[in-house]
């Protein structure tokens, strides 16, 4: 085993999640107790152009698995070839998004490695005796921490919007092909059909800000100011549970603890209490703007910046004012 860092680089449609950036400036910073180097691994078809770039991150190295068998996710067939890439340069630890696709692909790339995982993480630093790891327990109430025993490969995923994302510089790569060798059990699910449900606009577990609106809004159609200003924020639309129930958003949209945790650099609540729930899935915000008429909403107390005021009225006036600073920027 080296003490070489390995980030998988998550990709869809030829288009690098954000996360996967972060997870570098982790790598970066563990490499320089370490002592080892960067490298990254990037799986799907067509992907050796994106392969290049990652260099300008901080990866010496880029595994690459391209494969018309990796162009959709698949759960057996890139498992297989993180599984193969991982054996190429045999790293110490091995970085990935906990978004959806990594939350299903680290155990079993883990299980197959024998690997010691910790997923979800808001913390990562690396000591003498092993990896040390912070995660948030009970919807954000307290944090666990853990070592993972560095006799063994470490696998982590990290949570989005908790790592500032590395700066690209200059960096040429060295391009590795990872030969994809399926057996028969790693096709026996075959993907037959993708039906796109979305609308386009970002997914609010991705999204650096977030603008959700709640009950308060009373239809579908008044959600429109909300879209306007999460569109000149360049920021996702979220939901509370209640907006959601009411068929004002799809629950794809809902945020809090029966929806999506998230941790953007900004949120902003339009409309919203504040329950418990809700409050579970956006407290690692990074700064929250709360607009509500009732004073004594719950989620004041947990707002860096409180706005007692008609969301139809201040809404829109923000948008404007958003607008016009990117005009002039």
Not at 5 to 12: G, K, S, Y
Not at 86 to 108: E, Q, S
Not at 236 to 260: I, N
Request: charged residues 20%; hydrophobic residues 45%; aromatic residues 6%.
């Amino acid at each position: 085993m080296t003490n070489d860092i390995l980030v998988f680089a998550e990709q869809r449609t030829g288009k690098v999640n954000p996360v996967t950036y972060q997870a570098f400036s982790v790598a970066k910073h563990l490499a320089t107790k370490t002592g080892g180097a960067v490298h990254a691994c990037i799986i799907g078809k067509g992907v050796r152009e994106i392969a290049a770039g990652l260099g300008g991150y901080g990866a010496k190295k880029v595994f690459v698995a391209d494969d018309a068998e990796l162009e959709f996710y698949r759960a057996l067939p890139y498992a297989r070839a993180l599984t193969a890439a991982i054996d190429a340069p045999d790293p110490r630890i091995v970085l990935l998004p906990a978004t959806f696709m990594g939350r299903d692909l680290a155990p079993r790339v883990a299980a197959r490695k024998r690997a010691a995982l910790a997923t979800d993480c808001v913390s990562v630093d690396v000591a003498a005796d092993g990896l040390h790891v912070r995660r948030t327990l009970f919807s954000g109430k307290v944090f666990g921490e853990y070592k993972l025993v560095g006799d063994r490969l470490q696998m982590v995923s990290i949570r989005a919007n908790a790592f500032p994302a590395a700066p690209k510089q200059d960096g040429s790569p060295e391009i590795v092909n990872v030969p994809l060798l399926l057996t028969d059990s790693d096709r026996r699910l075959q993907l037959t059909e993708i039906v796109r449900t979305g609308s386009g606009v970002k997914d609010v577990t991705e999204a650096e800000i977030v603008v959700s609106g709640g009950r308060s809004l009373k239809s579908e159609a008044n959600f429109k100011i909300i879209y306007e200003l999460a569109e000149a924020l360049d920021g996702a639309v979220g939901a509370s549970r209640a907006a959601c129930d009411a068929g004002y958003q799809p629950h794809s949209r809902q945020v809090g603890l029966t929806g999506k945790v998230i941790t953007p650099k900004l949120y902003i609540a339009c409309g919203i209490d504040g329950a418990i729930q809700h409050l579970a899935g956006m407290r690692g915000s990074k700064v929250i703007v709360a607009i509500n008429t009732k004073k004594e909403a719950p989620i004041f107390n947990v707002a860096n910046y409180g706005c007692v005021a008609d969301l139809f009225t201040l809404v829109p006036l923000l948008t404007q004012e958003f607008r016009k600073l990117r005009h002039h920027a």
